[in-house]
């Protein structure tokens, strides 16, 4: 009985959507199991999720070539009916389950779109229309403002592109905190490479096309704002999209270079592939200075050595309060999502200092996944919570996975909103 879980049933909610899809059925009757490790709320939410997840398809380019006939029964609303054993009570938990995979595959259907339709600007507009829906506040900095604030990291990054960087932040305040007190402030901040090129350090040319979903993070980011506005959850949330386009041009910064990033660090560029830590250095840093949060994390498509280290279903962190990150390892276990804390210490950091700057962006290949978490402890302060989440190797797929078609998953997402629900308690 032990196997018998929720992430079971999401595998079981996902193939019977597909069974169906293939059977060209509209209607469907899905009775929910009642197992006694489980109540009858969370069967129904973990199926709901898997059948929402795999319904998801991003077809938005698809073109007159596909041979698909727009009147196909095959893509007409398929109505599924759960049936509780006992009448149990489960819309709250379906309602609920619902609102998060919608989230979750918002922010898949952005994170799938290519760079030659989301850029930093255009991002910012999605950002500012979503807030709208949602009557979230949306604060946009331009590459002019950034540059007064001293954002070196950013705009070094987004300095090759010909469309500018953006730093986008999102505000969800709750009409009411639990128990009526003040509404801690949690702020997460999401790396948005909309196309990573490498930048002068390029990548090869195999699998490049894959660097769309160098904007994972913030996509997971867009997706939490959702579903906290819909959920209603109590507590301040502060999301932080930093966007740029990493490529080449005789304006791209070099390995060489010196930068300044928001809070006076200097860095030492090595490798201009080494670019995400630099975007989410300055985002980092105004964040917490501006917003004042209680805790803070980060999520990132960060390092190639985390896919190394752990593959592509596990999603390793870092994070300098045992508590938070306990708190983490709670919150993934409950969305059914794998996570592995791995350590930084100040031996990690002391790798990365630099003869003529503070640090380095890169220090080689040896604890490289660690590098990128030891970079980013440069911008928060000792005390103040703080998880770094790097997703590289799950924040997409090129193979079919039980609930997830071949593209971006929006992965954390779930484990996100755990955790910020958790805190509202």
């Not at 899809?21 to 199991?33: E, G, S, Y």
């Not at 905190?177 to 948005?192: D, F, Q």
């Not at 960060?302 to 994070?319: N, Y």
Request: include cysteine.
């Amino acid at each position: 009985m032990d196997k018998l879980n929720a992430d079971v049933l999401r595998q079981a909610g996902a193939a019977i959507l597909r069974t169906a899809r293939k059977a060209r059925l509209t209607r469907l009757a899905v009775i929910v199991p009642s197992w006694k490790n489980l109540s009858a709320d969370q069967a129904a939410a973990a199926l709901t999720s898997g059948l929402l997840l795999a319904a998801f398809r991003f077809e938005q380019f698809k073109g007159s070539a596909s041979g698909k006939d727009r009147n196909d029964n095959n893509d007409a609303p398929m109505r599924v009916t759960l049936v509780a054993p006992g009448s149990a009570p489960i819309r709250r938990a379906v309602d609920r389950a619902r609102i998060i995979a919608d989230a979750q595959n918002i922010a898949r259907t952005i994170a799938s779109r290519p760079g030659n339709d989301v850029n930093p600007p255009k991002l910012a507009e999605i950002a500012r229309e979503l807030a709208g829906r949602l009557r979230l506040r949306c604060r946009v900095l331009d590459e002019k403002q950034m540059r007064r604030l001293g954002m070196g990291g950013i705009l070094a990054v987004g300095s090759a592109s010909a469309h500018p960087p953006r730093m986008i932040a999102l505000e969800y305040t709750p009409r009411r905190a639990a128990g009526g007190g003040r509404a801690r402030t949690l702020l997460v901040v999401g790396k948005s490479i909309t196309f990573d090129a490498g930048g002068i350090s390029i990548k090869p040319a195999e699998k490049m096309d894959r660097m769309v979903f160098d904007k994972s993070g913030g996509c997971v980011v867009l997706g939490l704002l959702y579903a906290a506005a819909k959920l209603k959850l109590p507590v301040r949330l502060v999301g932080i999209l930093s966007a740029a386009e990493n490529t080449l041009s005789g304006r791209a910064y070099r390995p060489g270079d010196l930068l300044r990033l928001y809070n006076g660090v200097s860095v030492e560029v090595t490798n201009t592939d080494a670019e995400g830590r630099l975007v989410l250095g300055d985002a980092l840093a105004w964040g917490i200075k501006t917003f004042k949060p209680d805790a803070v994390v980060d999520l990132a498509t960060l390092t190639g050595g985390m896919i190394i280290a752990l593959g592509r279903t596990t999603a390793g962190f870092m994070s300098n309060n045992d508590d938070l990150a306990a708190a983490i390892v709670s919150a993934a276990r409950r969305a059914g999502e794998k996570v592995w804390r791995m350590p930084l210490y100040e031996e990690h950091r002391e790798q990365i200092k630099s003869l003529p700057a503070d640090i380095v962006n890169s220090a080689g290949r040896e604890a490289s996944p660690i590098q990128g978490g030891a970079f980013l402890s440069y911008f928060v302060p000792e005390k103040l919570p703080w998880v770094h989440l790097d997703i590289a190797g799950t924040a997409d797929t090129d193979k079919e996975l039980p609930y997830y078609a071949r593209g971006a998953t929006a992965w954390g997402l779930r484990t996100m909103v755990e955790w910020v629900e958790e805190r509202g308690r």
